[in-house]
């Protein structure tokens, strides 16, 4: 199997980032992936002592579907978070000030609107992954377990809908399902698959319109017996992956 695409998501419900590469560390996920979030304001999240909360407790598509409308980049390298919203002049933010956070959180939420609850602030909470399960994972998505959905569905999904951080082409449909408890080489990296991904309704957002124009997780569930797209991997050993890179289940010792 061949990675066809790599994306990180620095801010949790935001924009996807393509990278042509990345270097994976042990236990850790992509590099900046869901590295910050906007915290609703009944969260109770506390930055300084975090702990893993539901997707929504944070602003997410699941519930926000208007977020796909916004077009986010971030630059590591001087913590800029730029947001385009359609027809209008772009918000630039600073994620590494207090001032800057809270002029992030004040544009989010007004964007939002009513279903921005108490007074939302954006949070990062460094060594924290605002992923959707408690552990520090990559998540994967076999392309051919996509294109089996869309034959049954009769209509073409945007693979960004699933939100994954690798996507393989090659192989046959579900075949990951079978690396449960296995290990895997992904460029030089090696991982350990761990979890089947549950799709929710965050599937149904259209990321370009953001219309909920789909239904992925009844459509799983109605043809194939089950809500779920893709596998969650642990790191077990870091190196880099890049576009081209194969990926090969390990045979067991």
């Given amino acids: 199997m061949r990675i066809e695409h790599i994306y ?20 850790e996920t992509l590099p900046h992936d869901r590295r910050f979030a906007l915290a609703q304001g009944d969260s109770g999240f506390d930055p300084a002592a975090p702990s893993w909360m539901s997707k929504r407790n944070f602003g997410c598509l699941m519930v926000n579907a208007r977020l796909a ?27 590494r000030t207090a001032a800057g956070r809270l002029a992030i959180a004040d544009y989010l939420s007004r964007f939002l609107g009513e279903e921005a609850r108490g007074t939302p602030y954006f949070v990062e909470s460094p060594g924290h992954s605002f992923s959707d399960v408690a552990a520090k994972v ?10 089996a959905l869309e034959e049954a569905a009769g209509m073409r999904l945007d693979p960004l809908r699933f ?12 075949a990951e399902f079978g690396w449960l408890g296995q290990e895997i080489q992904l460029g030089q990296a090696r991982l350990r698959v761990i979890k089947r991904i549950v799709r929710c309704a965050a599937t149904e957002v259209n990321p370009e319109t953001a219309e909920r124009d789909a239904e992925p997780p009844r459509w799983l569930r109605r043809h194939f017996g089950h809500a779920d797209l893709g596998v969650y991997a ?14 090969e289940p390990l045979e067991a010792e």
């Fill in 8 to 27: 990180r998501y620095p801010v949790k419900g935001l924009t996807a980032e393509a990278l042509e590469e990345v270097a994976l560390r042990e236990g």
């Fill in 69 to 95: 409308l916004l077009h986010s980049a971030f630059d590591p390298r001087t913590g800029l978070l730029v947001i385009r919203p359609p027809e209008a002049e772009p918000f630039v933010g600073d994620t």
């Fill in 138 to 147: 990559v998540s994967i998505i076999g392309l051919a377990s996509l294109h």
């Fill in 163 to 174: 939100r994954a951080n690798v996507y393989v082409s090659g192989g046959r449909p579900w």
């Fill in 234 to 247: 642990e790191v077990l050993e870091g190196g880099r992956i890049a576009v081209g890179d194969a990926l």
